[in-house]
């Protein structure tokens, strides 16, 4: 017979850090502001972020078209055809846009190659605590068999002694009645 050992297989619990749902994602908390958190680079990533919104494109629309609309038609003419002045304008926001566009799509990049680093670390733990679980499990699963086992023993060991109890409680009832009569 072999005994049961409750506190043998039983793993130490995890500290609050190993908890935390974005552990994974600590290591990359460095890339979490693209451009850093001085003001310029919060007013560069917001600048770069708005270039694709409908709120630009639409904005942008409405000045060309009023641009346009008073070099043609308006009695102040500041930048006739072929509009030199707004092609130097579409210039400079072309020279400034594409580098930081290009900046905030670098960094897009590494913020979700860390994620998915990141994901895959925690796809790792739980493969890992699965794994640790389901040794667990076989370990419960063999103590609790030893211990059917053992309990299975007892009770054909119960029984015979009962049935030997039984035989000799018959004998000595017989003897006893022989002996009186």
């Known amino acids: 017979m072999s005994s049961?050992?409750?506190?043998a297989s039983q793993p130490t619990p995890p500290t609050a850090s190993e908890r935390h749902p974005l552990r994974f994602h600590?290591?990359?908390a460095h890339l979490a502001s693209p451009f850093?958190?001085?003001?310029?680079?919060?007013k560069a990533e917001a600048f770069a972020r708005f270039f694709g919104t409908?709120?630009?494109?639409?904005?942008?629309t409405a000045i060309v078209t009023v641009w346009v609309l008073i070099n043609v038609v308006g009695l102040v003419k500041?930048?006739?055809y072929p509009f030199i002045l707004l092609n130097l304008a579409f210039s400079l926001q072309s020279a400034y846009a594409a580098p930081l566009i290009l900046l905030a799509q670098t960094r897009q990049a590494d913020r979700d190659k860390a994620a998915a680093i990141a994901d895959a670390q925690?796809?790792?733990?739980l493969a890992h605590a699965a794994e640790l679980r389901e040794t667990q499990m076989a370990e419960q699963t063999a103590q609790l068999s030893a211990l059917l086992r053992q309990n299975t023993e007892l009770t054909e060991t119960t029984r015979q002694l009962s049935e030997?109890?039984?035989m000799l409680t018959r004998e000595m009832h017989q003897k006893l009645v022989e002996a009186k009569g």
């Open 78 to 80: 500041f930048d006739v």
């Open 26 to 28: 600590i290591a990359h």
């Open 36 to 42: 850093g958190d001085a003001w310029f680079a919060l």
């Open 4 to 7: 049961f050992d409750p506190s």
């Open 122 to 125: 925690h796809r790792e733990a």
């Open 164 to 166: 030997r109890i039984e």
């Open 54 to 60: 409908p709120t630009f494109l639409l904005t942008q």
